[in-house]
């Protein structure tokens, strides 16, 4: 399946590669939205009773989070932290390789403590990043503390480090789209998509 969004020139490492419509989909609207509306059933069932507070990491996980507290039927909330990764491209190789190493941008606006926070990224690929998060709000002392992502590489994984709700299990491949971003192009693509050569 082709996309036909718009015609955008596509730069891979800085070499013109194609145009965004040449982006395979890996992972269709529609694929999303039933398995979003399962995981949203799941969570629903697994924490009925419950009060329960979201928190996406940005900007990846915005939409996936968005649709996802649609489909869940508690009385919950949610809340966004913001991360940034001390690694980049010209010093790891790849864009895609991160250190870990992550600093906080934003932190929540209010506390987790003796809250059900269900944590929202969308990929869990080495791990190192989840880790890192994990630690930094399990500090907060919530009551219980489980993790929502919309994709897993576990091909890639570095740490030992799995999530309780994942949406698709993908394999190593560089995608955007539906949150996921190139150098902070193509999140606001609806399907899940596979950038060629990177
Ligand atoms: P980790 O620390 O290697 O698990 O990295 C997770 C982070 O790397 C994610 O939150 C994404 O920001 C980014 N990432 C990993 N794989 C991809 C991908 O295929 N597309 C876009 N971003 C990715
Ligand atoms: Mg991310």
Known sequence: MRLNHFNETLWCKGVRCGSVDEL??????EQIAGRVAELGKQITADSAGETVIFVGVLKGAAVFLSDLVREVKLDATFDFIGVAS???AA????IWDSTGEVRLTKDVDRSLRDKNVILVEDILDTGLTLTFIKRLLLGHQPR???????????????LAIQADYVGFTIPDKFVVGYGLDYAEQYRNLPDVCVVPGV
Request: overall charge positive; glycine content about 8%; hydrophobic content about 30%.
């Open 24 to 29: 395979e989909v890996l992972i269709s609207r």
């Open 86 to 88: 001390y690694g980049n």
């Open 91 to 94: 010093q790891h190789g790849n």
């Open 144 to 158: 219980s503390f489980r993790v929502a992502v919309l994709l897993d590489k576990p091909s890639r994984r570095k």
